[in-house]
């Protein structure tokens, strides 16, 4: 910014009381009403009048107005939102430990995963927003936007009453506002027991991907550790590479968080008619190297042992807070405490997807989502109420999702959708073939529903369903002899609700 235009928007900033400094030159409301206390108006005040120059000075020197850490899904369609909003050209910079433009992440066990033959997703192909019918963010799209990325250059600390960060480089760089997007890290076998033996996998990002496919090329025998969605991904996915498949988990079944055990019993019963082998209620002793020093089989705790070449480990994952702990944490949900406008409790500081613990209005509780649903419209909720008058309160409907077996030649594709909260009773209707559902009544209210290769205009009625939450009549619900029809029963408490 040139000498005179700092001047005058200084002027201009200092007659609007209660500001608060972002960086040299910038001045905004405090955050009473929107996130930054920024209505439409003030906005043009505080950012429109010295903006051609500011731009200018904001990619030559080291004071950024917005700086984003992290460079996955919830960074991608924030910087679409800022885009939206005229507010990215030269105002934002990415800082993203990934050599990689943000992509979406689901498809590093979806599509990627396929074998070579098989059509496997790759980059650009899935780059944000592609995954929700929005532009594909190129490395090129961004430097069109006057985006300022860094790759490959994580922040290691935060200075909060200097605002600047230090990045592994060494780079500073001062901002005015901070979103923080940095996700989780996918949980690790301690090293002791052999959790970075070669041929151990974690699956949390491309680099992780490619190194799975480069050892299943030469595998023969997988071992999954885990049973949730990432577990059952992997192990469709080595179904089309014919590998010799056990998954492995100390459960007594699949996607224990959600299925209930019946509904879990159908996905298992599919998998094993496809050769996939399970150890349930299994925990892992210790990983053993063979000569050569790479992984060769599994010691369980109750002293069996599975042989294998290749593991891959879906244990969960842990949000990526440092080194932003000081900027509060939620000790429950851990991840960064924000209210319902991605706020933390420093003024100026954000954070969103993954790591964020914010507040779920619906249940009435703190939560934490890792689903990609959530890192899309909490990018889009903080970034709009950072740059417009929405003062709102995220309102989140909880929706998973997951697809298996989507590869050429598959005789059979499974897709689930679940929305809402899987507490009371479960009635679960349908034989799984073709489809199947399961309804979630609490106190006579359909709380949650999860369905099984439904159509596209019976996927849309479950966030309907599950948003309202009408009461059923459980004993028809019950005695449905379809999916179809017990559809049709919770759409006529729905409607006949809406017509009240
Ligand atoms: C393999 C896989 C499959 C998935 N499948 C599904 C699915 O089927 N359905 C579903 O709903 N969800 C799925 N998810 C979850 C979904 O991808 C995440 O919820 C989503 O990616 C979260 O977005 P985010 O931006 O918060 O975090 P991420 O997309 O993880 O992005 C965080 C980024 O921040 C970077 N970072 C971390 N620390 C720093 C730092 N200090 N400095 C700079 N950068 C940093 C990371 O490297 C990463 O690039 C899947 C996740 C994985 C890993």
């Known amino acids: 910014m040139s000498p005179a235009a700092r001047f005058s928007s200084r002027k201009v900033m200092a007659s609007v009381s209660n500001a608060v400094s972002l960086k040299p030159g910038l001045f905004l409301r405090r955050p009473e009403s929107s996130a930054l206390g920024l209505?439409?108006?003030?906005?043009?005040?505080?950012?429109?009048?010295?903006?051609?120059?500011?731009?200018?000075a904001a990619f030559a020197n080291e004071n950024r107005e917005f700086v984003i850490?992290?460079?996955?899904?919830?960074?991608?369609?924030?910087?679409?939102?800022?885009?939206?909003?005229?507010?990215?050209?030269?105002?934002?910079?990415?800082v993203s430990k990934e050599a990689h433009a943000p992509y979406e992440r689901?498809?590093?066990?979806?599509g990627y995963l396929f074998p070579l033959d098989k059509k496997p997703a790759r980059l650009p192909g899935f780059h944000t927003c592609v995954g929700s019918g929005g532009e594909r963010q190129t490395a090129e799209w961004y430097k069109e936007k006057g985006i300022e990325m860094f790759y490959e250059d994580p922040v290691t600390s935060i200075d909060i009453d200097k605002q600047t960060l230090t990045t592994d480089s060494g780079k500073l760089l001062k901002y005015g506002a901070l979103i923080i997007a940095t996700g989780c890290t996918a949980s690790r076998l301690p090293e002791k027991i052999g959790g970075n033996l070669t041929g151990v996998h974690y699956i949390r990002d491309v680099g992780d991907a490619n190194s799975l496919i480069s050892s299943w090329e030469k595998a023969k025998k997988l071992v999954v550790v885990g049973g949730g969605y990432i577990g059952m991904e992997v192990a469709a996915a080595a179904v089309a590479w014919k590998l010799d498949t056990t998954i492995i988990f100390p459960e007594n079944h699949l996607l224990q968080r959600l299925f209930t055990p019946s509904l879990a019993q159908r996905?298992?019963?599919?998998?094993?008619?496809?050769?996939?082998?399970?150890?349930?209620?299994?925990?892992?002793k210790h990983l053993e190297a063979g000569s050569d020093g790479r992984v060769c089989s599994v010691k369980l705790e109750d002293g069996s042992t599975i042989e294998a070449d290749t593991i891959v480990v879906g244990i969960g994952a842990k949000p990526a807070v440092g080194p932003f702990e000081r900027v509060g944490l939620n000790a429950l949900a851990g991840g960064i405490q924000v209210d319902g406008q991605f706020r933390t409790k420093i003024p100026g500081i954000f954070a969103i997807g993954d790591v964020a613990a914010f507040p779920l209005k619906m249940y009435d509780r703190i939560a934490?989502?890792?689903?990609?649903?959530?890192?899309?419209?909490?990018?889009q909720h903080c970034a709009k109420s950072i740059l417009s008058s929405q003062t709102h309160i995220y309102d989140y409907l909880p929706y998973f999702y997951s697809r298996v077996f989507e590869y050429e030649g598959s005789p059979r594709k499974l897709w689930w959708q679940f929305f809402g909260d899987n507490v009371g009773e479960a009635i679960e209707v349908g034989s799984f073939d073709p489809k199947i559902a399961t309804f979630w009544v609490d106190s006579g209210k359909l709380k949650g529903v999860l369905l099984e290769s439904g159509n596209p205009e019976e996927f849309q009625l479950l966030p309907k369903l599950a948003r309202s939450q009408?009461?059923?009549?459980?004993?028809?619900?019950?005695?449905?002899?379809?999916?179809?029809?017990?559809?049709?029963?919770?759409?006529?408490?729905?409607?006949?609700?809406?017509?009240?």
């Open 39 to 56: 209505t439409p108006r003030r906005a043009s005040i505080g950012l429109g009048c010295f903006r051609r120059s500011y731009v200018a």
């Open 470 to 500: 009408p009461t059923v009549n459980i004993t028809k619900l019950r005695n449905a002899s379809s999916v179809e029809e017990a559809l049709e029963i919770v759409q006529k408490s729905l409607m006949a609700e809406a017509a009240e």
């Open 69 to 94: 850490v992290g460079g996955g899904n919830a960074a991608g369609y924030a910087a679409w939102t800022f885009v939206e909003h005229g507010m990215a050209d030269g105002r934002l910079c990415i």
């Open 267 to 284: 996905y298992e019963e599919f998998y094993q008619d496809r050769g996939v082998k399970f150890m349930k209620g299994a925990s892992v």
């Open 106 to 110: 689901p498809a590093l066990t979806k």
């Open 368 to 379: 934490r989502v890792e689903h990609v649903d959530h890192a899309r419209r909490s990018a």
